[in-house]
């Protein structure tokens, strides 16, 4: 059995969505495919993908992004923890899953997050122009903190029960070292809203060897501490020179 990751899928573009369309339908039979968030906000594709990804593989372990939570298209009474809710449900039923995953001497456990500002304070230009802030609707005395306990809270069920090796995985960044030097100063604005250290602490406790994670659309897999961290977004179509635009196998049983 191998272990694989992706993650921003970003089907909302034909490109990505072909890609997924021309994966082999044979070579993947006994494998688990990681998919660490930012499908698509259409509930449609997002389910298309999954049935799509679970014809293919063993099992598809997912987790939502961002992206996926937004609700800007569907109505004006629309809730982002009630899309949430609605997404936990499909994920079933589409033969995926959202549950930890143990096999052998392997658990694969997946991590909810959103961002705090534990990184940074966001910019007024981050304020006024990052699309999650109009794009996704939350209970009005929600703050980025509370969004980001709320969800990091519902990780802690998972914690029991380890088997020897642990991968985990999320959408979002568990520490903001994780980005490369090279990213130029302009864009690390973006840094705020990237993730949480509520996320490493879990990662920590997990005693993770290798922790999969997406949003930033940096393909990396540096080793920090003991753990390897892993990134394989698969981008937008024009992002060739970040995203390998691949599978990636990154556990092998």
């Known amino acids: 059995m191998r272990v694989f990751a992706l993650s921003d899928l970003h089907i909302d573009y034909d490109l990505n969505k072909q890609w997924i369309a021309q994966l082999s339908t044979d070579d993947y039979r006994d494998d688990v495919l990681i998919l660490a968030g930012d499908v698509s906000d259409s509930l449609l594709l997002l389910e298309w993908c999954l049935k799509t990804l679970a014809s293919r593989f063993k099992k598809v372990l997912y987790v939502p992004g961002n992206h996926d939570l937004w609700v800007i298209r569907d109505g004006p009474d629309r809730q982002s923890l009630d899309k949430f809710q609605q ?10 899953s959202m549950q930890a995953f143990h096999r052998g001497s392997l658990s694969i456990i997946p991590l909810l997050g959103w961002y705090d500002y534990s990184f940074g304070q966001p910019s007024t230009e ?3 122009t990052w699309a999650d802030y109009h794009a996704c609707r939350w209970p009005e005395h929600f703050s980025a903190h509370d969004i980001t306990a709320h969800f990091v809270q519902l990780n802690e069920p998972l914690f029991s029960n380890l088997n020897q090796t642990v991968i985990s ?3 979002f960044l568990p520490r903001i070292d994780l980005m490369p030097a090279y990213i130029p100063l302009e864009k690390r604005t973006l840094y705020p809203i990237l993730g949480t250290h509520l996320l490493e602490k879990q990662v920590r406790q997990l005693a993770s060897t290798i922790h999969v994670y997406g949003h ?4 990396r897999s540096v080793k920090i501490e003991g753990i390897s961290y892993i990134n ?3 981008g937008y179509p024009r992002e060739t020179h970040i ?5 990636l196998c990154i556990y092998e049983t």
Do not use: D, P
């Open 232 to 234: 394989n977004a698969f």
């Open 243 to 247: 995203a390998a635009k691949q599978l």
């Open 126 to 128: 981050i304020f006024a």
């Open 216 to 219: 930033s659309h940096v393909n």
């Open 169 to 171: 995985f999320s959408h």
């Open 87 to 96: 997404i936990c449900t499909l994920v079933e039923n589409c033969g995926a």
